[in-house]
């Protein structure tokens, strides 16, 4: 069977899949990979179904070792990426199929856009499943654990499908400008003023260092409760992907793949699904708005 070697994880390399859904009753969050939409478009580009295991890398510095014969793709965040072949460097284009004519090492360089990228390899990694699921909850320690150099990375047999004969997506890098989030109001968005509500929707809120797979920390003026509600505790209640908790100090978290099933904090809104794989790419520092949508996104 065919493997992947991994020479250096860079600062943080997870396998991850579509998650494990379904089981939140047990404790169990569905968690899965953060940007799905370059996940699936990662799989899609070397012939695998979309819901096919892969690396999901934060900020570069990935290198692994590729066995002759294997194709790969890369997605999400854009870097130098490199393939060095018999001492010979390529430069690899994001968002293309490539295939290894020799035994190969393929190189993350320093993202210059985005920080998660998606590296898929035809047949998927066959890595062991945990509840259904080889992905990695950081948060419950489920799954595969994070990538260390000397890790060998089996992959799954050859699919059915072909390598398509479009092996170049046109795909925009992520903005490293302002990013907007689509959102709707949360089930405890009475719990907030109306000042509150109106500085959630008009600040540009400010991405903190302290984001991770649990949540994205948003930095910038305190959002107040109601003043019969100061202080008072909520129970603890079920939570979904892209809620958006607010602590005691009035400080903003979009709830991210591994967050907890419950939480104690309100829910002022939530960010609808078609902006969830945007937070994947959010960098520290960098500004977010959120606007109210309407109907179904």
Do not use: C, K
């Not at 959630?200 to 019969?228: F, H, I, K, M, N």
């Amino acid at each position: 069977m065919s493997a992947v070697r991994v020479i250096d994880p860079g600062p943080l390399a997870l396998v991850q899949d579509l998650g494990r859904p379904g089981l939140a009753a047990l404790g169990v969050s569905a968690s899965g990979v953060f940007d799905r939409a370059a996940h699936r478009l990662a799989n899609r580009l070397v012939g695998n179904p979309e819901g096919e295991a892969a690396i999901e890398s934060v900020l570069g510095g990935l290198t692994l070792a590729l066995p002759a014969g294997a194709w790969f793709a890369v997605t999400g965040a854009w870097s130098d990426t490199v393939l060095v072949t018999e001492g010979r460097r390529t430069l690899v284009e994001p968002h293309t199929a490539t295939i290894v004519d020799a035994p190969a090492e393929l190189h993350l360089g320093t993202l210059t856009r985005g920080l998660r990228s998606t590296i898929a390899l035809r047949g998927g990694l066959a890595v062991p499943a945990v509840l259904g699921s080889r992905s990695r909850d950081t948060l419950a320690a489920l799954g595969p654990a994070p990538l260390r150099a000397g890790d060998l990375l089996p992959l799954g047999p050859e699919p059915r499908s072909p390598v398509p004969v479009g092996d170049l997506v046109p795909v925009d890098p992520p903005t490293d400008g302002v990013v907007e989030l689509g959102v709707r109001p949360g089930p405890r968005h009475d719990w907030f003023d109306a000042a509150a509500w109106s500085l959630l929707l008009t600040s540009e809120w400010t991405t903190s260092a302290r984001s991770d797979r649990t949540g994205v920390r948003l930095e910038g003026p305190a959002l107040d409760r109601v003043g019969d509600l100061l202080g008072v505790e909520l129970a603890s209640e079920g939570m979904l992907r892209g809620s958006i908790q607010v602590s005691p100090d009035g400080a903003p978290t979009v709830l991210g793949p591994d967050h907890p099933v419950t939480g104690g904090y309100p829910v002022i809104a939530v960010v609808v699904d078609g902006s969830l794989d945007r937070l994947a790419q959010l960098r520290p520092g960098q500004s977010v708005r959120l606007r109210l949508v309407t109907g179904r996104r």
